[in-house]
T-cell receptor, first 115, second 111 residues
Framework: DTGVSQDPRHKITKRGQNVTFRCDPI?????LYWYRQTLGQGPEFLTY????????KSRLLSDRFSAERPKGSFSTLEIQRTEQGDSAMYLC?????????????FGPGTRLTVT | KNQVEQSPQSLIILEGKNCTLQ??????????LRWYKQDTGRGPVSLTI?????NTKSNGRYTATLDADTKQSSLHITASQLSDSASYIC??????????FGKGTMLLVSP
């Protein structure tokens, strides 16, 4: 088991460009979460998938953000027309289908810098 | 509004010393409380997770306590090591998806 992986680890983009991040959860984890973390703050919930269904979205997820998990395995998070305020660490986490505590295992994150 | 408050914001201790980090929360309904360790530039790693009925849980040199009546938790680190330098985040769960994160306590262990 290689853990949750995210790609790329770092992304620098110019304002107005689109970016896409990928998350590969731990195999057989059916729940997948996206978070955003800015410097000195704890992670903030963005969205949550159970299998391929997107079950919950935060109001932080503006219409420029879209997330997909087409086959219930990996997920992508796309940001359109990036703004400087989008600069943050984007974290992905997954949790297994069994157990009531829904322990979440985090990936290393993608650091986005919008210039 | 669900909130998790942590104190202190930052802490410097000498290697080998003990320390205690605090967490107060107002999250409802309460499901469980977690402590995560986050190294700089990395994703959080779970240390402990406690449900309503658990008062204490240990993971090596880390011991977490929970008082569900006062809605307080603490994380005690014994015999600190340089590798303990990290941000420690208290997280309270209201269910299967909703996690409320604290801002974390930045711990620096000095040689």
């Amino acid at each position: 088991d290689t853990g949750v992986s995210q790609d790329p680890r770092h992304k620098i983009t110019k304002r107005g460009q689109n970016v896409t991040f990928r998350c590969d959860p731990i195999s057989e984890h059916n729940r997948l979460y996206w978070y955003r973390q800015t410097l000195g703050q704890g992670p903030e919930f963005l969205t949550y998938f159970q299998n391929e269904a997107q079950l919950e979205k935060s109001r932080l997820l503006s219409d420029r953000f879209s997330a997909e998990r087409p086959k219930g395995s990996f997920s992508t998070l796309e940001i359109q027309r990036t703004e400087q305020g989008d600069s943050a660490m984007y974290l992905c986490a997954s949790s297994p289908p069994t157990g009531g505590l829904y322990e979440q295992y985090f990936g290393p994150g993608t650091r986005l810098t919008v210039t | 509004k669900n909130q998790v408050e942590q104190s202190p914001q930052s802490l410097i201790i000498l290697e080998g010393k003990n320390c205690t980090l605090q967490c107060n929360y107002t999250v409802s309904p309460f499901s469980n409380l977690r402590w995560y360790k986050q190294d700089t530039g990395r994703g959080p790693v779970s240390l402990t997770i406690m449900t309503f009925s658990e008062n204490t849980k240990s993971n090596g040199r880390y011991t977490a306590t929970l008082d569900a009546d006062t809605k307080q938790s603490s994380l005690h680190i014994t015999a600190s090591q340089l590798s303990d330098s990290a941000s420690y985040i208290c997280v309270v769960s209201a269910g299967y998806s909703t996690l409320t994160f604290g801002k974390g306590t930045m711990l620096l262990v000095s040689p």
